[in-house]
Nanobody, 126 residues
Framework: QVQLVESGGGLVQAGGSLRLSCAASGRTFTNYAMGWFRQAPGKEREFVASTRWGGGSIYYVEYADSVKGRFTISRDNVKNTVDLQVNSLKPEDTAVYYC????????????????WGQGTQVTVSS
């Protein structure tokens, strides 16, 4: 049974940083697309970042325009984790952040991956 468990959320002041972590279990995720989405109160869930296998040892990353230059996604295929380093946080980054995984990147990218975590809350105060 696949499980994705997020951690690392919290309350931080604007300009601060957090490191979100997602521990995946239940299978090998080496060639899976993995990513992060977020959902703010009253808003639709939105894509944040992804990492997908490009063959061999190549992994491609992608970011939403709103987080480029501030957020960094990374994965450790030995530990089966995918992290999201979030820097220079803004109040508009406040949301529940969800870890996702799918063997098909196109499904993940449009927000319908097979697997979701339970979410971790990030709150940024001004």
């Amino acid at each position: 049974q696949v499980q994705l468990v997020e951690s690392g959320g919290g309350l931080v002041q604007a300009g601060g940083s957090l490191r979100l972590s997602c521990a995946a279990s239940g299978r090998t995720f080496t060639n899976y697309a993995m990513g992060w989405f977020r959902q703010a109160p009253g808003k639709e869930r939105e894509f944040v970042a992804s990492t997908r296998w490009g063959g061999g040892s190549i992994y491609y990353v992608e970011y939403a325009d709103s987080v480029k230059g501030r957020f960094t996604i990374s994965r450790d295929n030995v530990k089966n984790t995918v992290d999201l380093q979030v820097n220079s946080l803004k109040p508009e980054d406040t949301a529940v952040y969800y870890c996702t995984a799918d063997p098909d990147f196109s499904r993940l990218r449009v927000g319908i991956p097979d697997y979701w975590g339970q979410g971790t809350q990030v709150t940024v105060s001004s």
